[in-house]
Each structure stands twice: as structure tokens, then as C-alpha cells.
């Protein structure tokens, strides 16, 4: 009877052994299926970001009081092309009105217009300054501008001084061929 109660106290503290690790391991069970959760949550949060199409700077959450995109009236240096004086002006043509409007009425000169411009080919910068003709037309009223291969037709009023082509290409070539930031290029020329 004695091995009896033995067998019947070791079996006891067995039981409770194992029900203790039983405890333990159910515990444990329960913080990994959690952390699982947690780890899936993360995965599908990092796929649906993966799959937007958004720039690597942009945030979370946007801004409250986002500032509206670009430079604000008036700010910067470059506010508007200044007409070159006289001194900088290197050579002037003289481009007289056509005889006859597309109306075929006769065109009687009233106005000059002035258009600039600026190319760099040596240390000074060469400005050329166009002498235009404006005219208008006897018949229709119409007024009727002199034209030259080298100054555009819109080109008048605050658009009057822009810069050669070859400004414009060495302004190209330096910030695609050499890299130089667009708002470097003014800097360099």
C-alpha cells in the first residue's frame, strides 16, 4: 500500500508538472499568435505602400497648411529683363516697313519698335538692337509691323530684349551636358 500511495504521489506531482508546463506553453502560444498578428498587419501595411506610386520624399501624412507650388509673385531675382542702354548696345539695324499691307492697301509709317538681342560670343556681350517700322494702313486701319529673320513676331513690349539661340544653347549644354542646377546657369553665363 505504501508503493501504492508512492506511485500515486509521484503521478500527482507529474500531473501538476505538466499542467504547469501546459500553462506555460498556452501562455506562450498566445504571445506568438499575437506577435503573428501583429507581423501580418506590418506585411500587408509595407505591400500596400510598396504598391503606390509615390515619390520617396513624400510623407505620411500631408501637411495641414500646405503652401501652394512655385515661386510667389515678386520673389527671386529674376523679376523681369531690363532694356540695355545705350552703351550696351553694339550694333543697331535699321528694318523698314514693306511697301503694302496683305490687304493691298498702302502703309504709312507712324511708330518705331524696339527689340533686343543679347548674345555672347566674346568678353562684352554683343546686343543688337532692331529698328522696326510700324505702319498703318490706310485702307483698313490695321497696323502692320516690319519684319526680320532674326527677331520673332511676338516679340515686342516687355518681351522686346531676349537672348540668341546660342545663349540658349550654352545654357542647355551646361545643365544637361555638364549638370550644372538651372538655377546655377545664369551664375555661369
Given at each position: 500500500?505504501?508503493?501504492?500511495?508512492?506511485?500515486?504521489?509521484?503521478?500527482?506531482?507529474?500531473?501538476?508538472?505538466?499542467?504547469?508546463?501546459?500553462?506555460?506553453?498556452?501562455?506562450?502560444?498566445?504571445?506568438?499568435?499575437?506577435?503573428?498578428?501583429?507581423?501580418?498587419?506590418?506585411?500587408?501595411?509595407?505591400?500596400?505602400?510598396?504598391?503606390?506610386?509615390?515619390?520617396?520624399?513624400?510623407?505620411?501624412?500631408?501637411?495641414?497648411?500646405?503652401?501652394?507650388?512655385?515661386?510667389?509673385?515678386?520673389?527671386?531675382?529674376?523679376?523681369?529683363?531690363?532694356?540695355?542702354?545705350?552703351?550696351?548696345?553694339?550694333?543697331?539695324?535699321?528694318?523698314?516697313?514693306?511697301?503694302?499691307?496683305?490687304?493691298?492697301?498702302?502703309?504709312?509709317?507712324?511708330?518705331?519698335?524696339?527689340?533686343?538681342?543679347?548674345?555672347?560670343?566674346?568678353?562684352?556681350?554683343?546686343?543688337?538692337?532692331?529698328?522696326?517700322?510700324?505702319?498703318?494702313?490706310?485702307?483698313?486701319g490695321r497696323d502692320v509691323r516690319a519684319s526680320h529673320p532674326e527677331v520673332a513676331?511676338?516679340?515686342?513690349?516687355?518681351?522686346?530684349?531676349r537672348l540668341s539661340a546660342e545663349v540658349y544653347c550654352l545654357a542647355h549644354s551646361?545643365?544637361?551636358?555638364?549638370?550644372?542646377?538651372?538655377?546655377?546657369?545664369?551664375?555661369?553665363?
Amino acid at each position: 500500500m505504501v508503493e501504492l500511495l508512492e506511485i500515486i504521489g509521484k503521478l500527482t506531482a507529474r500531473v501538476d508538472a505538466l499542467e504547469a508546463e501546459n500553462q506555460r506553453l498556452q501562455q506562450e502560444n498566445e504571445a506568438l499568435r499575437s506577435e503573428n498578428e501583429r507581423l501580418k498587419k506590418r506585411i500587408d501595411e509595407l505591400e500596400r505602400k510598396s504598391k503606390k506610386y509615390v515619390a520617396p520624399y513624400s510623407r505620411e501624412e500631408s501637411k495641414v497648411d500646405p503652401q501652394p507650388p512655385g515661386r510667389h509673385a515678386g520673389q527671386g531675382r529674376f523679376v523681369s529683363k531690363q532694356r540695355p542702354t545705350r552703351e550696351q548696345v553694339t550694333r543697331v539695324v535699321d528694318v523698314k516697313l514693306q511697301n503694302r499691307c496683305a490687304c493691298g492697301g498702302e502703309l504709312r509709317p507712324f511708330k518705331t519698335d524696339f527689340a533686343f538681342i543679347t548674345a555672347l560670343p566674346a568678353a562684352p556681350p554683343q546686343v543688337t538692337e532692331y529698328h522696326l517700322e510700324v505702319g498703318r494702313c490706310e485702307v483698313c486701319g490695321r497696323d502692320v509691323r516690319a519684319s526680320h529673320p532674326e527677331v520673332a513676331a511676338d516679340q515686342r513690349g516687355a518681351s522686346a530684349h531676349r537672348l540668341s539661340a546660342e545663349v540658349y544653347c550654352l545654357a542647355h549644354s551646361l545643365h544637361y551636358d555638364l549638370g550644372i542646377p538651372v538655377r546655377k546657369v545664369p551664375e555661369v553665363l
